[in-house]
């Protein structure tokens, strides 16, 4: 149940999206993942940037994504890739079940959209740690994009097959090197 309604919203919110002029290229093929950290390319800084497929589910969410997006080039790399593909990412600042200092989870599909949550323990973590946090976890969304993952039980098969389960949850390599890789950006390493 409360999957459809889920469903019901987002093929409504990419409706409207599309109405107000978001671009089509939401349902492309999204571009494929690189293959290591060391192939993540930087973007120059864009003024006018709209985030359509990363958002923040408060105001101090929001702040984040933006001073995050304006020092590093690295975030501002992966959010391009982002906005090019099938994902939206809905940045949550909380805790996670897994009591683990960040984490994704599935939320749904609708619309030739995966969407995904991603969610940041801010408490008591200095804004590096926290961009470090938000660019790893972007990372492991375009992990699930390249993936074509549309379904929770594609999502669970995918981390089985993919990344290394710790006691927090699962791991990649590629995105604990770009959360360092942000984090020392905003550090200014």
């Known amino acids: 149940m409360v999957t459809t309604v889920i469903r019901r919203f987002a093929r409504a919110v990419c409706t409207a999206l599309l109405v107000l002029g978001a671009p089509s290229s ?13 192939e993540v390319r930087a973007s120059p800084i864009s003024v006018e940037h709209q985030y359509l497929h990363v958002r923040a589910e408060s105001a101090a969410g929001r702040v984040l994504i933006e001073d ?3 020092r590093s080039p690295t975030f501002r790399g992966l ?15 909380g805790a996670c079940r897994s ?8 939320v749904g599909t609708a619309a030739d959209l995966t969407y995904l ?3 940041l323990d801010h408490f008591n973590r200095s804004p590096a740690t926290l961009a470090g946090l938000l660019a790893h976890e972007v990372y ?4 699930v994009a390249e993936a074509r993952v549309n379904s929770a039980d594609e999502f ?6 993919n990344a290394r389960q710790t ?9 604990r090197v770009i959360g360092r890789r942000v984090e020392d950006e905003l550090i200014g390493r």
């Open 140 to 143: 492991h969304a375009l992990e």
């Open 79 to 93: 959010v391009d890739r982002v906005e090019r593909s099938t994902i939206v990412i809905y940045v949550r600042l």
């Open 167 to 175: 006691t927090a949850g699962y791991e990649t390599d590629n995105a």
């Open 99 to 106: 009591r683990s200092a960040a984490c994704l989870d599935y």
């Open 68 to 70: 995050v997006f304006k």
């Open 117 to 119: 949550r991603a969610t």
């Open 156 to 161: 669970r098969r995918f981390l089985d097959r």
């Open 26 to 38: 939401a349902c492309a093929q999204p571009e494929p993942l690189a293959t290591s950290a060391s």
